[in-house]
């Protein structure tokens, strides 16, 4: 007997439409059958979570910047002109604006905890300081935002 999984089509759970087995996403790698919700489901469900997770965590990033301000005039007017150095660039594993979500997630996750240390490698400064502090170094660059 062929598993119910092996079918070509499948009803989502959610929308209620039969939908061909390349709509699904798949469990894990292990657990090869597909998902109960279609990708499109998913996608809509999903999506707002994630932005809103993203919207929570860049409001507290924004906070903390214009609360500390730049480290060497001690501008703190507003955040745009705000822009995170890392003090020591070899250390750096990422760019803090681009895991804001990360700011979302429980106190004590391995998570927090990498975030909670990239951002101890890192100090505030305006974008006037931050361009005279990295002139010539080569660092890489990302979105401040």
Avoid at 88 to 116: A, D, G, I, Q, W
Avoid at 122 to 143: F, P, R, S, W
Wanted: a positive charge; one cysteine or more; glycine letters at 4%.
């Amino acid at each position: 007997m062929i598993p119910e999984w092996h079918s070509t089509h499948k009803v989502c759970s959610r929308c209620k439409k039969n939908k061909p087995i390349s709509e699904y996403g798949k469990r894990t790698k292990k657990d090869p059958r597909p998902r109960p919700k279609c990708k499109d489901c998913v996608r809509e469900v999903v999506r707002p979570a994630t932005l809103a997770k993203y919207e929570y965590g860049r409001s507290v990033m924004i906070r903390y910047k214009l609360m500390k301000g730049c480290v060497k005039c001690g501008y703190k007017e507003h955040h745009a002109a705000l822009e995170f150095n890392h003090i020591k660039p070899e250390l750096k594993r990422y760019c803090l604006s681009s895991k804001y979500t990360n700011v979302y997630c429980k106190k004590n996750t391995k998570t927090k905890k990498e975030y909670k240390k990239e951002l101890a490698n890192c100090e505030v400064l305006c974008a006037n300081c931050h361009n005279i502090h990295t002139y010539g170094k080569g660092t890489k660059q990302c979105d401040y935002t």
